[in-house]
């Protein structure tokens, strides 16, 4: 047996915020998902403006991080992206269709080497995603320092 530790909303809130904060900076419109270990919403953020269709995209982008450990972009990176035509997981994507993102915009959580959640952005370009999902990931680290999980 092994310890798990799960995000809450309580840890999920300041990644929001900081998420919110990165995306007025930069004057981009976000959608902002937070999921737990397991890929299930925790908590979610459309900010004023932003995109309908970037609340169902956001949620995919935290599930897919969650459920595969990784960023999302790195599916398709090259060379050797899993997700690339002629690379192992080519296709993958339809076999979650609609929960499954295998582009910029996922990032997983961690704590002490374990995956315990995950944020989805979704709005911008590549780079905005990144950079609001960078701010995100430095809250949460923040969050933990300052409050410890018992």
Request: charged share 20%; net charge neutral; proline share 0%.
């Given at each position: 047996m092994h310890k798990i530790y799960r995000i809450t909303l309580d840890d999920a809130l300041p990644v929001l915020a900081a998420a919110r904060r990165k995306a007025e900076e930069i004057g981009v419109k976000q959608t902002i998902c937070v999921v737990d270990e397991s890929g299930q919403v925790i908590a979610l953020h459309r900010l004023p403006g932003?995109?309908?269709?970037?609340?169902?995209?956001?949620?995919a982008k935290a599930f897919t991080a969650a459920g595969h450990e990784r960023a999302t972009h790195l599916f398709n990176e090259p060379p050797n992206g899993p997700a690339l035509p002629g690379n192992e997981a080519f296709g993958i994507s339809h076999m979650l269709p609609g929960k499954f993102a295998i582009f910029v915009g996922g990032f997983p959580i961690e704590h002490d080497g374990q995956i315990v959640g995950a944020v989805g952005v979704s709005g911008g370009n590549g780079e905005q995603d990144k950079a609001v999902g960078a701010a995100a990931l430095a809250a949460f680290a923040e969050h933990v320092a300052a409050n410890p999980p018992a």
């Open positions: 932003a995109r309908l269709t970037g609340v169902d995209i956001s949620i």
